[in-house]
């Protein structure tokens, strides 16, 4: 294998939730986080995972990650179901899972050393290829310690683009941010994922974020979780999140998701 | 630099101060010898080679000992954090017999397997191995499990998860365990020898009883500045370039 090739653009995957559902039991009792949920998204789309908390987002992430099984339904990634978590499915966390122990660069090789066929300097050149990517080339040697929040999302992201996956998975990466930072980070995304052509589910509960992000919002109700509506943003990209059309769909959504509290307020 | 100026003039200080109190005749010189007999003494043994003799076996039996009980403690405090049955009993063990100060050991070692090496030995082991047991099961249930998962995505399973999420991941703790069972190691190999002449090899603790029975104070004293200084030594060697790791990657000492 060489780094071009290691590099190419990959065709993104397309990937089909069918009917998942999903019950956790604890000592607190029976929840049902998943009820029958069905999404179909296309290759290379942009999804946003809206809801408020508790509705399932990130289990149902989680289930598309292999990370966790549906007790009932599947995740089919081109034609294929999922059962367990594969390298062409990266995920990036609400906190960074960073391991302190490596710094920024080994961090990022942390994956490519898993994939077979590398040799190390090829390595080396796909971990500085992202580096540079996100923008940290010049801390591959500092620890995570000595990064900024924003920063070590950063890092996340290029550890989780450098296995070259076909679909990004992304739990709320920047929900612990500043708001500069995260304005930041939304424009480095967009570009990243025009660039690198990948298919990504991203979610998050704030609604602005969605409405920037997102080809498409689907918006999650909880107790059961279940996907209530969903809504089309197409403004073009690069979008900045202050921009008045923007709002307009913001506000769209918003209407809907206090419709969906309130609903759900009534049924407890 | 400055700091060694600092040090040395503190320790020269206290030389100052306990030759003043030698001088001052408060105390009778047999229990308080000057500084400079004390030196003599520890000059003295240096030539004859009872000192160096006594510092390696000492150190032989602590150092055979506390690598048998790492080897032992390491895989069984990850084994324990991984199997519930060995959490329950191994694990319950560990926890009780390491409340147990490490030096009851002595009696029973001494019985089972008289004045010998091996009761040295088993002395050790036992107080190595149940804090390194501990702290490594602890350092494994400690890690968030984010990590675990996030190597998993990415293709980690099995074996190499162990080796290269679990084990550093679990490091602070371990070490803190290592430095704790080398600490009780020490203390209860110090006391076993000097409770009990070993006849296979005479110890720094033999010698320091022997001073006692001699009513040799200068004996007495100078020995216990050798424990002392390999004690220092044996942290800033064994102990400080980990902990320095740590801090340096994990930011915060834990
Ligand atoms: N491992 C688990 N054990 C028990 N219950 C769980 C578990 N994981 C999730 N749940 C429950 O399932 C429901 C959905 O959880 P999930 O984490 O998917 O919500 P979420 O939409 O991501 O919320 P948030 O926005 O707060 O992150 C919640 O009620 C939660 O308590
Ligand atoms: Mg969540």
């Known amino acids: ?268 | 630099m400055k700091r060694f100026i600092r040090a040395a003039i503190f320790f020269v200080g206290l030389l100052v101060v306990w030759e003043g109190l030698y001088l001052a005749h408060i105390w009778s010189p047999v229990l308080v010898p000057s500084p400079l007999s004390v030196g003599r003494y520890l000059w003295g043994a240096a030539l004859d080679g009872t000192l160096g003799s006594a510092t390696v076996v000492t150190l032989r039996r602590l150092l055979y000992g506390y690598a048998f009980g790492l080897a032992i403690g390491l895989p069984l405090g990850f084994l324990t954090a991984h199997f519930r049955v060995l959490k329950d009993t191994i694990g319950l063990l560990a926890l009780g017999l390491q409340t147990l100060p490490s030096v009851c050991w002595v009696p029973l070692a001494l019985l089972w397997f008289g004045q010998t090496e091996s009761a040295m030995f088993f002395v050790v082991v036992m107080g190595t191995i149940w804090s390194v047991i501990i702290a490594t099961e602890d350092g494994v249930r400690n890690i968030p499990p984010i990590y675990a998962r996030a190597a998993r995505t990415m293709g980690s399973r099995g074996l190499h998860t162990w080796v290269k999420v679990i084990l550093p991941g679990a490091l602070p703790y371990i070490v803190g365990g290592m430095k704790q069972g080398w600490a009780f190691a020490w203390r209860s190999l110090m006391a076993a020898e000097i409770y009990v002449t070993i006849l296979s090899g005479f110890g720094l603790g033999f010698l320091m009883n022997n001073g006692r029975e001699l009513n040799a104070m200068d004996q007495v004293i100078g020995i216990m500045l050798v424990l002392l200084v390999i004690g220092l030594l044996a942290d800033k060697i064994l102990f400080a370039p980990w902990e320095r790791m740590l801090r340096r990657r994990w930011g915060t000492a834990k």
């Open chain 1, 1 to 268: 294998m060489t780094v071009q090739s290691e590099l190419r653009v990959e065709v993104p995957a397309k990937l089909s939730i069918q009917n998942v559902s999903k019950s956790f039991h604890s000592a607190g009792g029976h929840v049902h986080a998943l009820d029958r949920v069905s999404l179909d998204v296309a290759e290379g789309e942009f999804i946003c995972l809206l809801g408020p908390s508790g509705c399932g987002k990130s289990t149902l992430l989680n289930i598309v990650a292999g990370l966790e099984q549906a007790d009932d339904g599947q995740v089919v990634a081109d034609g294929g179901p999922i059962r367990e978590p594969g390298r062409d499915r990266m995920m990036m966390f609400q906190e960074s899972a960073l391991f302190p122990w490596l710094n920024v660069r080994d961090n990022v090789l942390f994956g490519l050393k898993l994939k077979p066929n590398l040799r190390r300097k090829e390595r080396l050149e796909v971990a500085q290829f992202y580096l540079r990517l996100v923008g940290l080339e010049k801390f591959q040697r500092s620890f995570v310690h000595e990064l900024s929040g924003g920063m070590k999302q950063r890092v996340a992201l290029a550890r989780a683009l450098a296995p070259n996956p076909r679909v990004l998975l992304m739990d709320e990466p920047f929900a612990a941010l500043d708001a500069l930072t995260r304005e930041q980070l939304y424009g480095d995304l967009q570009r990243i994922w025009q660039e690198r052509k990948k298919t990504i589910i991203f979610v998050t509960h704030n609604v602005r974020e969605a409405a920037c992000l997102g080809d498409r919002v689907i918006l999650m109700s909880p107790h059961p979780g279940r996907i209530q509506e969903e809504f089309k943003v197409d403004l073009p990209r690069p979008r900045d999140i202050n921009s008045v059309e923007l709002a307009r769909h913001a506000t769209a959504i918003m209407a809907s998701l206090k419709g969906a509290r309130a609903n759900a307020e009534v049924a407890e």
